[in-house]
């Protein structure tokens, strides 16, 4: 059955923007960009990375766009913290809640935070100790739930183990990436099984990359199956910078369009949404990703 609401997780800011080669977003954009997200409706927005700028320069102002955004009450503006100095940052930058992120692949995480999984794991007990102490709620990522660029076929085991160990060290919620958008609806269905075996579905939300075009597919297949938060990108922004031909996230309004047609409410206005879309594609120099917007047309 479906769920009646639906909460998006709007990672534009943060998976969107984190990939854009070439010039440097200002952080002025950034800060507009979260401020008409939520002016849409948008209760979910992971606005910053505090990781190394060195790794990701496109995230080093996180600080400053934290700082500047001007917040409005009710709506979560989190971040991604890989370690404890990422998350002392975090919540000097006043946060509403933080991420942390591993892998179902050993390969990739080594790759994306230099360290095994296991490792990771370690790293993010004191971190998460931590952030309780502070108030500070922590969601937890697992990318390559679906497939991996190095290692290939994950095992949907394997991905329970991992989403296992996170909800046990005290995520809150466990967000599946299908970092480069390899799945096809029945592995999704398939993998989102056997992480229910360990996670209930209630704490479980789904993060697909549409890089072959299967994302919205995927989503009507886990939705069916009783997930009820999801993670998508306003225009389609993003990527991944450590794995290789990641496209970027699922839209936002594309997400949207199908929820509204499922009569599923997740309190975003479409108009403004696509407008946002279109006037973030503009900055960047292009044209909205998304179908929804192409169809409904920039102004
Ligand atoms: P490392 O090099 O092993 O770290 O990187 P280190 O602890 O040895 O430190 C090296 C340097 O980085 C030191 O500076 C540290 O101070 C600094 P130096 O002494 O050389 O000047 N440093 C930091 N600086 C700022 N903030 C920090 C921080 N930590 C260390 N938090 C590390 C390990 C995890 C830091 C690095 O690998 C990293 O930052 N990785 C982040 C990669 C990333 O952001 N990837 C994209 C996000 S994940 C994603 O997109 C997937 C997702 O969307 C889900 C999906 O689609 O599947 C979430
Ligand atoms: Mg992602």
Not at 96 to 113: L, P, R
Not at 256 to 273: E, H
Request: with cysteine; net charge negative; aromatic share 6%.
């Amino acid at each position: 059955a479906f769920p009646q609401q639906v909460r998006l997780v709007e990672v534009g800011p943060r998976d969107g923007l984190q990939n854009e080669p070439g010039a440097v977003i200002s952080t002025a954009i950034k800060v507009e960009l979260v401020e008409r997200l939520a002016d849409a409706g948008l209760r979910h927005i992971e606005a910053a990375s505090f990781v190394s700028p060195k790794w990701v320069p496109q995230m080093a102002d996180g600080a400053e766009v934290m700082a500047r955004i001007d917040r409005r009450p009710g709506v979560i503006y989190s971040a991604l913290t890989p370690n404890l100095k990422g998350l002392e940052a975090a919540l000097a930058a006043n946060v509403s809640e933080v991420a942390v992120f591993t892998a179902a692949s050993d390969a990739f995480t080594q790759k994306n935070i230099n360290c095994s999984i296991a490792e990771s794991l370690e790293r993010f007990a004191p971190l998460i100790e931590r952030a309780r102490d502070a108030g500070v709620p922590v969601r937890g990522y697992v990318s390559t739930v679906l497939g991996c660029p190095y290692a290939g076929e994950i095992a949907p085991v394997q991905v329970a183990g991992v989403c296992r160990d996170l909800y046990q060290l005290g995520c809150y919620e466990i967000s599946l990436g299908d970092t480069i958008g390899v799945g096809t609806p029945l592995k999704a269905k398939r993998m989102l099984e056997a992480v229910a075996r360990e996670v209930p579905v209630g704490n479980l939300a789904a993060h697909f990359h549409d890089t072959y075009g299967q994302a919205l597919a995927n989503l009507y297949a886990v939705v069916e199956e009783g997930i009820a938060v999801i993670d998508s990108s306003v225009s389609g922004l993003g990527g991944c910078p450590y794995a290789k031909g990641a496209s970027g996230n699922v839209a936002t309004e594309d997400v949207l369009y199908l929820l509204n047609g499922l009569g599923i409410d997740s309190g975003v206005d479409l108009d403004k949404l696509v407008a946002t879309s279109c006037w973030i594609s503009e900055q960047l120099g292009r044209t909205p990703a998304s179908r929804v917007a192409q169809a409904l047309g920039c102004s």
